[in-house]
């Protein structure tokens, strides 16, 4: 079956500082990739995604490549704010199913 | 456009009661997915519907149940509420054309079974 697998949080870091959240995944076929994010209280928020290999997602200063040799779809930004600090999730469908197979998520904090 | 409505936001149920939850998709969505959210198992796909038929369905027990109205409103019932019910659940709703669009999810219900 489909897997997703993220690195074990959290993650803290300081303002400004560079951010990587690993994520890879296990599926047949060639699934769509989605980073979502929560902050407290509240549902998901779609960050970005990719559709086929070596599609890059980036949305808010934060960009993921989809990379099918290594099944992986690690999440990027290249200076955190205050303000990014939530939980990611990273997620597949496989289109076939209707649903999506989320990883575990990976809480961030961002310390001024 | 709004987005995707959930209600109620907070429900306390008792162990063996029953509870009903709703959700309104955006407009022009026809798949409405349901998610389980809790500290321990993550989250968990539910079922989904589209055009009021279940297209997909998750391994919970068939004390989860789900419809949807031609409206492509949905609701989700437990019955017989086990204390290990207590979650956030999600719904999720997507065009039901293109899965890989990407689903836009409601802030959820926080369900608590005491």
């Known amino acids: 079956g489909n897997s997703v697998t993220q690195m074990e949080g959290p993650v803290t870091l300081s303002e400004e500082a560079f951010l990587t959240i690993n994520c890879t995944y296990t599926?047949?076929?060639?699934?769509?990739l989605f980073w979502y994010v929560q902050y407290p209280g509240e549902g998901l928020q779609l960050l970005l995604k990719?559709?086929?290999?070596?599609d890059k997602g980036s949305n808010k200063g934060f960009e993921a490549t989809y990379r099918k040799e290594t099944t992986s779809f690690h999440l990027e930004k290249g200076s955190v704010q205050v303000s990014d600090s939530a939980v990611y999730f990273c997620?597949?469908?496989?289109?076939?199913?209707?649903?999506?197979?989320f990883g575990s998520g990976t809480r961030l904090q961002v310390q001024p | 456009k709004a987005g995707v409505t959930q209600t109620p936001r907070y429900l306390i149920k008792t162990r063996g009661q029953q509870v009903t939850l709703s959700c309104s998709p955006i407009?022009?969505?026809?798949?409405v997915s349901w998610y389980q959210q809790t500290p321990g198992q993550g989250l968990q796909f539910l079922f989904e519907y589209f055009s009021e038929t279940q297209r997909n369905k998750g391994n919970f027990p068939g004390r989860f149940s789900g419809r949807q109205f031609s409206n492509s409103r949905s609701e989700m019932n437990v019955s017989t509420l086990e204390l290990g019910d207590s979650a956030l659940y999600l719904c999720?709703?997507?065009?039901?054309?293109?899965?890989?669009?990407?689903?836009?999810f409601g802030s959820g219900t926080r369900l608590t079974v005491v």
């Open positions: 997620a597949l469908s496989d289109g076939k199913r209707g649903a999506l197979t």
């Open positions: 999720a709703s997507n065009s039901g054309v293109q899965a890989n669009y990407g689903y836009t």
């Open positions: 407009s022009g969505h026809r798949s």
């Open positions: 599926a047949t076929g060639y699934p769509s």
């Open positions: 990719a559709t086929k290999a070596d």
